[in-house]
């Protein structure tokens, strides 16, 4: 059995996420407690001295938040697959099928150009250009 979930586009283990959780509560609930029992007795104001307390559970969460991801990482799974460049080209098949046209991405500025290479798009770009110019010879 598993236990790894997602949780905000992150890949966690179960037992570290409950484990963060009870960090947090560890560290921010006596943080608070203790300081609104300080701030309670030497601020005169006693709205004031919650606000301070508050603000200081606050910080002990982000404190604990810190220590949570530096000994839980997320459990990324990264797979390189052949399939990229075929799912691009499917994506770029269904943009057609919209009414989408293919500029020839040889007539693109060269900042757009090298910007479609590090995306990996300029080659499947310049393919579908170059299947559309065909179809079109064939079916005009």
């Known amino acids: 059995m598993s236990r790894l979930i997602e949780v ?3 890949t966690v ?13 560890g560290i921010a609930a006596p943080t608070f407690l203790l300081g609104r029992a300080f701030f309670t007795a030497t601020v005169a104001d006693k709205t004031l001295a919650e606000s301070y307390a508050l603000l200081l559970g606050l910080v002990a969460c982000l404190i604990a938040a810190v220590i ?3 000994l839980f990482k997320p459990k ?24 989408g046209e293919w500029t020839d991405p040889a007539e ?8 479609l290479r590090l995306l990996g798009l300029y ?18």
Do not use: N
């Open 76 to 99: 990324r799974i990264v797979r390189e697959s052949s399939t990229i460049t075929e799912s691009r080209r499917e994506a770029l098949e269904v943009i057609a099928a919209d009414g």
């Open 123 to 140: 080659d499947v770009l310049a393919e579908a250009h170059e299947e559309a110019k065909r179809r079109q010879e064939v079916h005009p």
């Open 108 to 115: 693109l500025s060269a900042e757009v150009q090298e910007e």
């Open 8 to 10: 905000w586009g992150d």
């Open 68 to 70: 949570a991801a530096r």
């Open 13 to 25: 283990d179960t037992r570290h996420m409950g484990m963060s959780i009870a960090l947090g509560a």
